[in-house]
């Protein structure tokens, strides 16, 4: 059973929008924290935000007003709205749960997270 499904990559040209939906475990208690996290070619995962249940929003900072994350709690739906994109935009987005809440200090190291999906690859080019 799939827990954590990605959608909506692409491509785009510089300057260009995309929205990703991450759809989380349908278990509540599994998705007690979910994030969206990035890795560029040749490079590490990284943390883009994170999304506590109660709502609170953690951001690399470096990608906040840019990048907008949402939610549709009646449909498990997470969603990063990514604006004015960058060729160093580009990479695979993976969408990640996990049932234990995460804090500023916390949220962004990938391996403190339980479920993750498969990816949806971007690509900003010109």
């Known amino acids: 059973q799939v827990q954590v499904a990605e959608s909506g990559g692409g491509s785009v040209q510089p300057g260009g929008s995309l929205k990703l939906s991450c759809r989380g475990p349908?278990?509540?208690?599994?998705?007690?924290?979910m994030a969206w996290f990035r890795q560029a070619p040749g490079k590490e995962r990284e943390g883009v935000v994170g999304?506590?249940?109660?709502?609170?929003?953690d951001y690399a900072e470096y990608l906040r007003g840019r990048f907008i994350a949402s939610r549709d709690a009646a449909s498990n739906t997470f969603f990063l709205q990514m604006n004015n994109l960058k060729p160093e935009d580009t990479g695979m987005y993976f969408c990640?749960?996990?049932?234990?809440?995460?804090?500023?200090?916390?949220?962004?190291?990938?391996?403190?997270?339980?479920?993750w999906g498969q990816g949806t690859r971007v690509t900003v080019s010109s």
């Open positions: 990640a749960a996990d049932p234990e809440p995460k804090y500023a200090s916390t949220w962004a190291q990938k391996e403190r997270y339980t479920f």
């Open positions: 349908e278990n509540p208690l599994s998705r007690r924290y």
């Open positions: 999304f506590d249940n109660d709502g609170r929003t």
